[in-house]
């Protein structure tokens, strides 16, 4: 499973699972990328067929639903 791991969670999980030979993940403190826009990170994780794990609030899905019907 290819997975975008939030930069608000540890990259240490993103390790762990890589480690496991199953997934490909990445946590963008590991390849220079913190502090990304939003948009940018989506627009990535779509190219590249990349689920994203972020760590915000239910109430916050409408808008990332809202950024994929955009790119769509």
């Given at each position: 499973m290819k997975l975008f791991i939030?930069?608000?969670l540890s990259p240490a999980l993103a390790r762990h699972l890589n480690q496991s030979g199953t997934h490909d993940v990445l946590h963008p403190r590991d390849y220079g990328r913190l502090g990304?826009?939003?948009?940018e990170v989506l627009a990535r994780c779509l190219?590249?067929?990349r689920m994203i794990s972020p760590r915000m609030p239910p109430t916050s899905a409408s808008w990332w639903l809202g950024k994929i019907?955009?790119?769509a």
């Open positions: 939030d930069e608000c990304e826009r939003d948009d190219a590249e067929d019907s955009i790119l």
